[in-house]
């Protein structure tokens, strides 16, 4: 039976869940509140470990919704939702109009939130003019600008800090945001390919290659492309007369303090839960865990139920995911809510 | 005498990268590529025969050469060249060679 589901956010997991559910001939309302869909992909030229374009998996999701003939609603607002038994209401604005919608089941897709540097003032982000982050870096890549100092010329060396607002309990993140090491190993590569002469540093705690073709990206950054790793994190960063910035760390291997100045430092910046996640969290009840993201029902096995019968989740607003498992993760979710819709007995199953 | 007034004075043990020399470790890479995709890990060190009866450490050795503290002409004496190093390296360098290379390296600079 033809059932109404509500998604909340067109990043890739809320476009790809939608494309499944609307395959499934469900009528499926994709709400976002950007212009367009896409979400942080959209910020993004390449992608790691294969280096396409981040614009072949966004059309790639694109395609699926108007396939699956998803009813996409770009600049929503959503103001509040209510619960009558098993149906939600769901009040949004859109085009000046204040719409109610009523829906079988919804789904948060409120993915993530980029750290704010600044909250790490010992790399003098927002401070100095040659300290940026690795989505700064990334606005250059994508809009094609070349990769200068503030004072304009092309540098000679560049640092790369991992781990920060990562792993980090000075700033309230103690967890890894998985996709920053390999991200930094990318765009040192990226970097290198665009500017051969520059020297790349990259200062790290561990480097986690966790995922298939991860490691052989970091062994080739090291063997084509002379990328320099130093372990150990960087204490502080400061500014020299020139507007190099001198940084501090004790390489850990040699177990000496070691001091060196660079023409840029790129952030490598982790993931936080987003302010929409907080926002629709409220509106719902939902429940976060300790790291601030929201809690699934349980870690192993019911990884996109969440603590409100009907109301799912999927990709990164229940922990930090690469776009791969996103997207395994949104059609995990779409699967689980067609089975919810049928009232199948599979949900009579309890984890103690 | 020496400590008299019971305080002496350290030399500075920061590595300063910005005024370090590479060369070593360059020409060094350039005679043993598969050096560069050292990971530290220190499978050479644990293995080595060296170590058990000296201070030699191969992996802290490569690590100082990388950040240009190229004192390392004693040091590197300690090896046998017995090759078990190069039979664990899990990235398959070849250590072996490396140890040669930098022997190589140090005549050929005349350190």
Redesign the interface.
């Known amino acids: 039976m033809k059932k109404t589901i509500i998604i909340i956010g067109a990043g890739i997991a809320g476009m790809e869940a939608a494309t499944f559910l609307g395959s499934m001939e469900h009528n499926v309302i994709l709400l976002e509140k950007d212009q367009e869909p896409g979400g942080h992909l959209k910020n993004w030229q390449k992608l790691f470990p294969t280096l396409r374009y981040g614009k072949e998996i966004l059309s790639f999701l694109q395609e699926g919704i108007k396939i699956a003939k998803v009813d996409l609603k770009c600049n929503a607002i959503i103001n509040n939702i209510t619960k009558n038994n098993n149906t939600f209401i769901v009040n949004y604005s859109h085009q000046q109009q204040e719409i109610n919608i009523e829906a079988d089941a919804i789904l948060v897709t409120t993915g993530y939130d980029t750290f704010d540097a600044t909250k790490k003032e010992e790399y003098g982000y927002g401070i100095y003019d040659n300290v940026i982050t690795s989505a700064d870096l990334e606005k250059i890549f994508t809009t094609g600008k070349p990769i200068i100092t503030a004072k304009g010329d092309p540098p000679k060396k560049i640092g790369f800090v991992h781990c920060v607002g990562s792993r980090d309990e000075k700033v309230g993140h103690v967890y890894c945001s998985k996709v920053c090491c390999v991200t930094g190993v990318k765009q040192a590569i990226e970097i290198k390919e665009l500017l051969p002469q520059c020297d790349v540093f990259c200062f790290y705690m561990d480097?986690r290659m966790y995922g298939m073709h991860f490691e052989a990206m970091y062994?080739k950054a090291?063997?084509e492309y002379?990328v320099?790793?130093i372990?150990g994190r960087v204490s502080e960063a400061c500014e020299n007369i020139d507007g190099s910035i001198l940084i501090k760390v004790e390489?850990t291997?040699?177990a000496?303090?070691?001091?060196?100045?660079v023409d840029l430092l790129v952030l490598l910046i982790g993931f936080v839960p987003s302010e929409g996640s907080k926002m629709v969290g409220n509106m719902l009840g939902l429940q976060t865990g300790v790291n601030g993201f929201y809690k699934t029902a349980d870690q192993h096995a019911l990884t996109n139920i969440s603590n409100v019968p009907g109301v799912f989740f999927a990709g990164a607003c229940t922990s930090p995911k690469t776009i791969t498992n996103t997207i395994t993760d949104a059609r995990a979710a779409a699967s689980t809510i067609a089975r919810y819709l049928e009232n199948n007995p599979i949900f009579q199953r309890k984890l103690t | 005498m020496s400590n008299f007034f019971g305080y002496q004075i350290h030399n500075d043990r920061q590595i300063n990268f910005d005024n370090n020399d590479l060369y070593i470790i360059k020409y060094v890479d350039s005679l043993e590529p598969t050096l560069k995709t050292c990971i530290s890990c220190g499978t050479c060190t644990a293995t080595c025969t060296a170590t058990q009866f000296t201070n030699f450490n191969l992996r802290k050795l490569i690590t100082m050469l990388r950040r240009g503290e190229n004192n390392i002409k004693e040091e590197i004496n300690k090896c046998m060249l017995c090759g078990k190093c190069s039979l664990v390296c899990p990235r398959g360098v070849n250590t072996r060679n490396v140890i040669l290379a930098i022997k190589k390296t140090i005549n050929y600079f005349n350190l």
């Not at chain 1, 000496?256 to 100045?261: E, G, I, Y």
């Open positions: 480097m062994k090291q063997e002379g320099t790793f372990r390489d291997l040699a000496r303090p070691l001091k060196m100045s």
